[in-house]
């Protein structure tokens, strides 16, 4: 799946992640319970996971696709328009 990030605003690509997952959780009661799914669900699931982590999703990419990331966000924030982008600039 192509992947993006509002915190990585305009850059999208390719990250490596489980087709299905098991989840266990806590509901709004504090209640145990097992969620079981795949594909875009699963890869949103994981990807909101690292969120919780601290962790966004071009740490996955490789270190030059990581440097061209942090290149067009420093650009983004020295025009001004720096809404979401402190998480990449700081790769």
Known sequence: WDEGCLSVP???D???RAERITVKALNRN??????ECSGLYA???QHELDHLEGKVFVEYL???????????MSRLKSSG???????????
């Open 10 to 12: 305009g850059y999208t």
């Open 43 to 45: 890869v949103a699931i």
């Open 14 to 16: 390719k990250v490596k």
């Open 62 to 72: 490789s270190r030059l696709k990581r440097d061209v990331v942090k290149r067009k």
């Open 81 to 91: 328009i720096d809404d979401g982008v402190e998480a990449a600039a700081n790769l």
């Open 30 to 35: 504090g209640e145990e319970f097992t969620l």
